[in-house]
């Protein structure tokens, strides 16, 4: 027999077999005879009783309709019957069986006779109760970035207005104030490895010292885990220490050492001591700047205790006590190895680059970023070729002569790797300029130099003009 021999009995066991797989359970209520009819799959949805019902005037299941839906479900009913045909709805349904609320879609048809008179409602229920959840976990997820978003920026804010009311030329400021987003760059990256659950204090300190000055730091101490908002204070405030120690004291010299040690404290807190040894003579400064304030205020009322720093002739020595509201539980699973600052494989220029006749090719999405860098290479002398701002504006742009390039490695959600493939392929080297955070080194395991957003531009320009040395 061929299959358009079968008969709709025949193909009912596949039917059947496809609405189990997929969770949909049906209905049909008859409006004349006012009978609800509930099939197995639909009772196992709803835990309503199975088969033939009296449907009571289509409200046999009202009392199990969730009472802030009800009125709108209600609603749908009456303009279903009015209106005929297609309809769906959605809403939650307390089980009858646990009074469970579950989420459930209907999906159905109201047929009318020749008068125009409804007289049967047919459809099929499906629990969509995991759809749910993931939208309301992704609607707090988006409410929770977008009011980090707007802590970072007001944080960021105020960092920049009060570095430059205490700077005294626009170099000191950029300089001042792009360690300081550094630092807030390097615990953000630790924080959300570890999805925005707080982060180690080791971590912190390897990625403000890591690489530093090569065996004239250490640091250690019991394993401590912070809140997201003190990692972010801590992060600032060795920061702020360690910029001290390198313009002025121990790691200002070869002979310096700076040693970090915390313990915890008996009222649930810790306390970490910063001790700086065999550096220049030490005197307390003559004026005080925002670096004293943040450290002694922000810091310290932000791991709800105290930062005391005292300018011995011998080094700093600062004691940072927090209460036992910085402290975290510790994750299941946190990093092994800190997200740090090592992994930049760029440093600062010394001075000023020339990249007089290059022609760099700049890829990078956010357009504020890219003008940036377009004058900050103008002005080291370099024929700009872009800035594109999407991965086929970049490939089109390879046609045309290229003697290095600056690549983002995401853009707008898509991978740069086509162009740094087609670059390499060339011979044409390139730096990346990334947000992302990959301690393995370069994005796609490139042989490339990597520079960690946000950075000085004419540290873009220095890893330029070396790329161009070495070709």
Known sequence: MSRQDEGPDAQRPGLELALEAAGIGEFSYDIDRDLLWVSDRMAAITGAPAGDTPARGGRALDAHIHPDDLERVRAHQIENRRTGGAYQLEFRYLRSD???????RVVGYVTKDAAGRAIRATGIVEDVSA??????????????LDHRVKNVLATVQALAIQTAKRTTSLESFLSTFGGRLKAMGSANELLTAARWRGAAIDHLAAAELGALAPGQTSWEGPELFLTPRAANALSLGLHELATNAVKFGALSVDTGRVDIRWRPLRDGGFELRWTETGGPTVAAPVRRGFGSTLLEQVTGRELHGETV????????HARL????????????????????????????????????GARVLIVEDAVLLALELELGLSEAGAQVVGPAYELEEAMALLSQPIDAAVLDANLNGRSVTPVAEALAARGVPFVFATGYGEAAGAPGGFNAPVIRKPYDVTQVAAAVA?????T
């Open 309 to 316: 720093i005292e300018y011995r002739p011998g080094g700093v």
């Open 321 to 356: 006590r927090a209460g036992a509201q910085a402290l975290a539980p510790r994750p299941d699973t946190v990093p092994e190895a800190p997200v740090a600052r090592t992994v930049e494989t760029v440093t600062a220029a010394s001075g000023p680059t020339s990249l007089k």
């Open 98 to 104: 646990d009074q469970r609320a579950v989420w459930v």
């Open 466 to 470: 070396e790329l161009l040395k070495s």
């Open 131 to 144: 759809r749910k959840l993931e939208e309301e976990q992704r609607q707090t997820l988006m409410a929770e």
